[in-house]
């Protein structure tokens, strides 16, 4: 059986931190229930833990904020959902003020209350806003899976800076990625593996 959290991969090409992050545990919850079963049947059950690349390049440390991923429980919607609820915005020609703008960011990132915006950031966050929102002048930046508007980036850029992560870019990259291990036939997961060898090892230990 496979199980797969795929909102990892999303969440990483749009270096939004909280929600892989939060996708991580979730996807941790789903390993327990796994090796759970593993207790109760070492000698005929195998896991594996891997992925199929790394995306984003997301790096723990900032050299403006202190780490501080506590941050992340103020996050109640992702940058996906932030995105598309600002072209919504612009594409119903719906009109926000920059007071209302500060209040859903307050509620849903946690924006001058547990994250510390500052007054530098915050004008810099209103003139986007009135660029981007309210004056409908600006690009949308195009990422694998979504299009992010021009005030979101800047929105959640500011987020991962307060919370201490960073991202190297908005595709896959080279990095290698971890492979655990354990069970039956364990063994022969550890040695650096192409992820391509790992359903071939699998199959030799099943058939």
């Known amino acids: 059986m496979m199980v797969e959290d795929g909102e990892i991969d999303h969440a990483s090409h749009a270096n939004d931190a909280g929600a892989a992050i939060k996708d991580i545990l979730s996807f941790q919850d789903a390993i327990k ?4 079963f593993y207790k109760q049947h070492p000698d005929e059950t195998l896991i594996i833990v891997t992925a199929d690349h790394d995306t984003g390049g ?29 072209r919504s915005l612009i594409r119903n020609n719906e009109s926000m003020s920059w007071d209302e703008m500060k209040k859903f960011l307050s509620y849903k990132l ?3 209350t547990t994250v510390p915006i500052t007054e530098n950031e915050t004008k810099d966050l209103q003139v986007l806003f009135d660029k981007a929102i309210v004056a409908r002048e600006s690009q949308d930046q ?46 022969n997961f550890k040695k650096a593996l192409n992820n391509i060898e790992i359903p071939l090892l699998i199959y030799d230990l099943t058939r």
Do not use: E
């Open 142 to 187: 195009r990422t694998l899976y979504n299009n992010f508007n021009q005030f979101a980036v800047k929105v959640f850029d500011l987020f991962n800076s307060h919370v201490g992560t960073s991202f190297i870019s908005g595709n896959h990259t080279a990095n290698p990625v971890p492979v655990f291990a354990i069970g039956a036939g364990a063994d």
């Open 33 to 36: 229930v796994a090796y759970d």
């Open 58 to 86: 997301m790096a723990i440390g900032s050299r403006t904020n202190r780490v501080n991923l506590n941050l992340i429980d103020s996050q109640r919607i992702s940058k996906d959902k932030f995105s598309d609820y600002c």
């Open 110 to 112: 946690g924006f001058w």
